[in-house]
């Protein structure tokens, strides 16, 4: 089993690191295209792989499974991280004289690589990820 989680998180790390291009992560959560894509690079790896690690039968209905959680997880989950810097910049920018001028000027100038909110939102992102494959590989194999 710790020999299937293990592979399962490394042909993750494949597909959602490696063969995700910069435009897709950009995207994919607001282009439903561009997540579809992502989807079916997901669904694939982890399939393909996955039979060397379990009955194929298993690995396409944990697949399955994984592409959708994937889905619903990278759907939403940078959905939020973007409202809540909207909530942030505009709750800055009602201090300033000019709070919508103030709120403009910070949108144009956010910088996310800055915000450590951006990257602890990766590691939720990445947690949620690890967990549902874990999950799916206990349950199913």
């Known amino acids: 089993m710790v020999i299937t989680i293990v ?7 494949v597909a959602d690191f490696l063969l995700q291009s910069r435009e897709m ?3 994919k959560s607001q282009e ?9 690079i997901q669904f694939m790896i982890v399939y393909l792989g996955g039979c060397f690690l379990m ?4 690995a396409f209905r944990l697949s399955l499974l994984n592409a959708a959680i994937h889905g619903i997880i990278d759907w939403n989950i940078w959905r939020l991280y973007k409202l809540n810097v909207h909530y942030r910049i505009k709750k800055d920018a009602a ?9 403009d000027l910070k949108v144009k100038g ?6 450590h909110y951006f990257y602890a939102t990766i590691g939720l992102d990445q947690g949620l990820h690890s967990i549902t494959l874990v999950l799916l590989a206990g349950w199913l194999t």
């Open 7 to 13: 592979g399962l998180l490394f042909l993750h790390f």
């Open 55 to 58: 009955d194929p039968r298993i």
């Open 25 to 27: 992560g950009k995207k």
């Open 32 to 40: 439903f295209h561009w997540l579809l894509q992502h989807l079916i």
């Open 95 to 103: 201090q300033y004289g000019n709070p919508q001028e103030a709120y």
């Open 110 to 115: 956010w910088q996310y690589w800055e915000d």
